[in-house]
């Protein structure tokens, strides 16, 4: 039988082995990490319904047999996409992307190993990471994923309002948006006692329509409907003029990392309109 002072004895020594074996372990890696090439992953935010892309570059590599791409999800067991010797394996991919991801496999020998997901969901949303392997060595780096709805305004002349108004419409923002107005003539001003902004829900129970009414507007003014939510920024402009109407929209996504240069514009023009015989502004 071991006396007390044998045990202490032996299990001092086995906390000295464990010790020795994880800074032997720490070297270790310490000196793989000689082998580790750079991934640089972009934040980004997908709109509910509509395919995304989680983006993701590494150092290219001329050999395509010796690539490996693994994209993980916090939270999920199991893989979001593998991609390795020039193909897919989705033997290992959780069953809540399956038939719902893609590399882009001719881009990959350049270093492209952005993940396109189809019909992204609000559960989507989270952190993913995008785990490299090269002839070269290995990287990762995360990703933090964004999910919501938005959706560029569209502002016209409110016919049907007793009082000249406008009307700015959107059809799809989630989660429920802030709506504010500017004009241009009076800047700073603070609209919130003018307008009216209704929400209301769309058939699929998540995303809403977003309409706001601005009251007793006057001519040759430039006026914004801007909506914001934490993933996106829509701006909707519109001048009304004795000859004519101008429209101008804009949609931002709202990053956290904005100083990668991750802020897209899409959707940037000016419509002009012919003057129309019902309009209400004199
Ligand atoms: C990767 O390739 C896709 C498809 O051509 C492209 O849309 C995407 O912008 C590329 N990503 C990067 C980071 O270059
Ligand atoms: C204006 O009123 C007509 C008839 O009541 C209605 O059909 C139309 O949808 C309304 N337009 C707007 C922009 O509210
Ligand atoms: C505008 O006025 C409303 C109340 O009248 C106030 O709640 C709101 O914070 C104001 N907005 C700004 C941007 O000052
Ligand atoms: C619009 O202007 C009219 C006349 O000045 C005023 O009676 C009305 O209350 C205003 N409407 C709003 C919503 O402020
Ligand atoms: C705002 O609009 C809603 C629905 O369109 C209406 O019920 C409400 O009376 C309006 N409020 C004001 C202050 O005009
Ligand atoms: C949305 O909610 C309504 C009432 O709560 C329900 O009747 C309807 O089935 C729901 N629609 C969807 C697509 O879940
Ligand atoms: C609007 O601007 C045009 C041209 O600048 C001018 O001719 C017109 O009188 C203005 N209308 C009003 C109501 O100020």
Known sequence: MASPGQ??????????????????????????????IT???LTSAGNIGEDGIL???????????????QWLKEGVMG???????????????????RGRTAVFADQVIGGNASLRLKNVQL?????????????KGKGN???????????????????????????????RWFPQPTVVWASQVDQGANFSEVSNTSFELNSENVTMKVVSILYNVTINNTYSCMIENNIAKATGDIKVTDSEIKRRSHL???????????????AISWILLPLSPYLMLK
């Open 7 to 36: 045990i202490i004895f032996w299990s001092i020594i086995s906390i000295i082995i464990i010790l020795a074996g994880a800074i032997a372990l720490i070297i270790g890696f310490g000196i793989s990490g000689r082998h580790s």
């Open 39 to 41: 991934v640089t992953t």
């Open 55 to 69: 983006s993701c570059t590494f150092e290219p590599d001329i050999k395509l047999s010796d690539i490996v791409i």
């Open 79 to 97: 893989l979001v996409h593998e991609f390795r010797e020039g193909k897919d394996d989705l033997s290992d991919q959780d069953e809540m992307f």
């Open 123 to 135: 559960t989507d949303a989270g952190t993913y990471k995008c785990y490299i392997i090269t002839s």
């Open 141 to 171: 780096a995360n990703l933090e994923y964004k999910t919501g709805a938005f959706s560029i305004p569209e502002v016209n002349v409110d016919y049907n309002a007793s009082s000249e108004s406008l009307r700015c419409e959107a059809p």
């Open 252 to 266: 931002q996504l709202l990053n956290s990392k904005a100083s990668l240069g991750v802020s897209s514009f899409f």
